[in-house]
């Protein structure tokens, strides 16, 4: 029982002197951080809890590293929902910019049909034939649709050409880049005459008079002339001007109002006329 009483008295001597003691260093670890010096005392009590210190370190290190590696997981996540968003948006954009462009043609096209005052229909090119000695295109539009054969065929830049072969829901439109295409033609600025021929891949205006004043940049339009094209559809400018092989005449280079490779939306021209030829063929 004595000897009970003696180890309690033993523990309880040692745990207060571990208290005297470490407030002793306290006591001089802050004095010392008053007065700018250091002491024995600090450093004997680094030097015990030294162990501890590295053990929480590492703990610290492994905590912060779970935490990075969570934070950069998420952050992952994060970015692949943008990339995600940012991709359905650029989507969106370019549709929003697609039917903009084509509302912007559809209300050129509406345009154009109420200054021609005439009777008109809308197509499609839905075919090509790029061929450098016939060019021509396809539309969406047949004899079912009301289309017959010499048609002409425009958009809001100017003439295109005409309809040449007709099927039940399509036809074959032949460009007047065509070499077989002849358009009876004036110039707007001197009212000089002549023919528009194709060349396969422009257009030349010949059987201009040679005393006519004709000048680049002037502008060449449909003349009326003949039971086909109606009067005043614009089909370019000239861009260069050269003299016949006999000297009679002029000839003008002419670069086309119309786009040709971009055709898209089209409108075609129902004629009064009832000379107009209304054969058909298959395409």
Known sequence: MRYRSRRKTRALSIFLLCIIFSLVVVFYKNKSIEQGKSNPGEGIFASLTLPLQRKVNKLAEKVTF??????SKETIEENRKLKEEIGKLTRENQILKEAFEENKQFKSLLDLKNTLQMDTLPALVIGREPNSWFKSITIDKGYIEGISKNMIVLDDRGLIGKVAVVSPHKSKVMLITDSESAVPAT??????????????????????????????GYTVITSGM??????????GKIINIYPSNDKLF???????SVKIGALENILIIKPEDPLIENSRGGI
């Open 187 to 216: 110039i707007r600025e001197t009212r000089d005459n002549g023919i528009v021929y194709g060349t396969g891949n422009t257009c030349e205006m010949k059987y201009i008079t040679s005393d006519s004043e004709i000048k680049t």
């Open 66 to 71: 779970i935490s990075s590696l969570r934070k």
């Open 226 to 235: 003949g039971m086909i094209y109606p009067k005043g559809l614009v089909i």
């Open 250 to 256: 002029q000839t003008a280079e002419i670069a086309l």
